[in-house]
Nanobody, 127 residues
Framework: QVQLVESGGGLVQAGGSLRLSCVASGRAFSTYSMGWFRQAPGKEREFVAALRWTDSNTYYADSVKGRFTISRDNAKNTVYLRMNTLKPEDTAVYYC????????????WGQGTYDYWGQGTQVTVSS
């Protein structure tokens, strides 16, 4: 069992930056692939970024590629999402997720790939 707690959300002006953190409790954190998803009001939850535990390969949604960076610190049981050049359309609740499944080109974006979810942290980008 893994419990995930996100933090670092808040209100930021367009063009600004934020770093989200997700702390995991439980064993063997380093053997979980980690992902970030987001859900804007009135929209479905969507994939943002993922990091495969086997080789640290990363995946990004096209909408955030070049602006967001996912990383992890296994010693701290923490995964991060660095968000730069934020836009109003990045406004959403951001969720951290963990997966024991091997990530591949075929499944990294799917919510069903991930076994554990955090409660989310709100990010609001003002124009």
């Amino acid at each position: 069992q893994v419990q995930l707690v996100e933090s670092g959300g808040g209100l930021v002006q367009a063009g600004g930056s934020l770093r989200l953190s997700c702390v995991a409790s439980g064993r063997a954190f380093s053997t979980y692939s980690m992902g970030w998803f987001r859900q804007a009001p009135g929209k479905e939850r969507e994939f943002v970024a993922a990091l495969r535990w086997t080789d640290s390969n990363t995946y990004y949604a096209d909408s955030v590629k070049g602006r967001f960076t996912i990383s992890r610190d296994n010693a701290k049981n923490t995964v991060y999402l660095r968000m730069n050049t934020l836009k109003p359309e990045d406004t959403a609740v951001y969720y951290c997720a963990a997966s024991k499944r091997p990530l591949s080109e075929w499944n990294y974006w799917g919510q069903g790939t991930y076994d554990y979810w955090g409660q989310g942290t709100q990010v609001t980008v003002s124009s």
